[in-house]
Nanobody, 130 residues
Framework: QVQLVEFGGGSVQAGGSLRLSCAAS????????MGWFRQAPGKEREFVAA????????VHADSVKGRFTISRDAAKNTVYLQMYSLKPEDTAVYYC???????????????????????WGQGTQVTVSS
């Protein structure tokens, strides 16, 4: 079983920045990716960014490229989402998620589909005011 706990949400004005953290525990593997997704009121959950743990390969949604950066700290089993130049449309609950792949090692591009992730955190609210 995997536990994911997010930290770092809050309220900021447009143009501000926040850093989200997600600490993972409960399963040891080199064959997984971690991602950030978000869900705004009345909208479907959408992909934001993901990283493959062993290789560090990252993918970012077009809507956040150049503003958000996903990174990981292997020693702390923690993934981060650094968010700059926040916009009101970034307002959402942000979720951390993990996907494990078959086999003992995976270094390819991380998956980006909501339904491709197996474990989810409880979510953290990010509110950006204009």
């Amino acid at each position: 079983q995997v536990q994911l706990v997010e930290f770092g949400g809050g309220s900021v004005q447009a143009g501000g920045s926040l850093r989200l953290s997600c600490a993972a525990s409960g399963r040891t593997s080199s064959s997984y990716s971690m991602g950030w997704f978000r869900q705004a009121p009345g909208k479907e959950r959408e992909f934001v960014a993901a990283v493959t743990w062993s290789s560090g390969i990252t993918v970012h949604a077009d809507s956040v490229k150049g503003r958000f950066t996903i990174s990981r700290d292997a020693a702390k089993n923690t993934v981060y989402l650094q968010m700059y130049s926040l916009k009101p449309e970034d307002t959402a609950v942000y979720y951390c998620a993990a996907r494990y792949y078959s086999g003992s090692y995976y270094s390819g591009r991380p998956r980006i589909g909501v339904h491709e992730y197996d474990y989810w955190g409880q979510g953290t609210q990010v509110t950006v005011s204009s």
